[in-house]
C-alpha cells in the first residue's frame, strides 16, 4: 500500500525549522553545526563502527542539568558495543537496539523514524529504489537522520554527506609490548570538506581532538 500524500510530505511552508540534531564536541570540527534533521548520513572506512557509536552518543547524551540527550535506534548490527558507546557518553536507556529486523527491515526503520532522532542502520541488502524513497520522505519528514553503514551504504541514493574514517592507527604498545589503548584516526566529512585527526576512541572510551599530540597511555607489559 501506497504511502498517505501526508506522510511523505515535507515539513508545511512557514514551519519553524528544526534545531540540527548534535554531535559528540570532538566531530564538530568535521560537521560543524551538526547533523541536518531529516538527512542521509554515510558511514563508512576501516573503523567506522567506533564512529557509529559516536554519532549515537552525540545524540543521546545528556547535554547538561537542564538538556536531556535524544533518543537513537540501531537497526542491524548485533555486534553494537553499548559498554563503548556509554564511554563515549551515549545514554543507554535512550537506545532502542534492533539486532535483527529480518525481511520487513524497511518497514522497522520506517516506524523507528517517527520515534527517534537518529537511526543507525546497516542494510542488509541493498536496498531498492521505491524502498530508499520511502524512507528519505519519512526520515525528512520526522527529522530523523538516517547514518548508513556497511558494504549495501554506497548505493543509497540521496545522501549527501558521507562521514569516513580515512586513515588510523592504535597506540598503546611499548618496546614490542603492552596493550592496545587509544586509536587516532582521520575522520573526513566528504560532501563539507571538512576533516579532522581525533581519538577514537581515546584511552578512557572518549572521543577527543588528536592535533595536540599523544594521549597519556598506561603501558601494560
Do not use: Q
Request: net charge positive; with cysteine.
Amino acid at each position: 500500500m501506497a504511502e498517505p500524500a501526508r506522510t511523505l510530505a515535507g515539513p508545511l511552508p512557514g514551519a519553524a525549522p528544526r534545531p540540527a540534531v548534535p554531535v559528540l564536541p570532538a566531530l564538530r570540527t568535521v560537521v560543524p553545526g551538526g547533523l541536518r534533521p531529516g538527512s542521509l548520513v554515510g558511514v563508512a572506512g576501516h573503523g567506522s563502527g567506533s564512529l557509529g557509536l559516536a554519532l549515537v552518543a552525540g545524540v543521546s547524551r545528556h547535554g547538561g542539568p537542564d538538556r536531556a540527550g535524544g533518543w537513537c535506534a540501531v537497526v542491524g548490527l548485533p555486534e553494537f558495543g553499548v559498554v563503548a558507546a556509554a564511554g563515549m557518553g551515549a545514554a543507554p536507556e535512550r537506545l532502542l537496539l534492533v539486532d535483527d529486523p529480518g525481511d520487513r527491515w524497511a518497514d522497522v526503520v520506517a516506524a523507528l523514524t517517527e520515534a527517534v532522532d537518529l537511526v543507525l542502520l546497516r542494510p542488509p541488502e541493498r536496498p531498492g529504489a521505491a524502498a530508499a524513497r520511502r524512507l528519505a520522505a519519512l526520515a525528512r519528514r520526522h527529522g530523523c537522520v538516517l547514518a548508513l553503514a556497511g558494504p549495501h551504504a554506497a548505493a543509497w541514493p540521496g545522501v549527501r554527506l558521507r562521514l569516513r574514517v580515512a586513515e588510523s592507527r592504535w597506540e598503546g604498545l611499548g618496546a614490542g609490548h603492552g596493550v592496545l589503548r587509544a586509536r587516532r584516526a582521520r575522520v573526513t566529512a566528504e560532501g563539507r570538506g571538512g576533516g579532522a585527526w581525533l581519538w577514537l576512541p581515546g584511552p578512557a572510551g572518549e572521543v577527543a581532538p588528536a592535533d595536540g599530540g599523544r594521549p597519556r597511555l598506561e603501558v601494560v607489559a
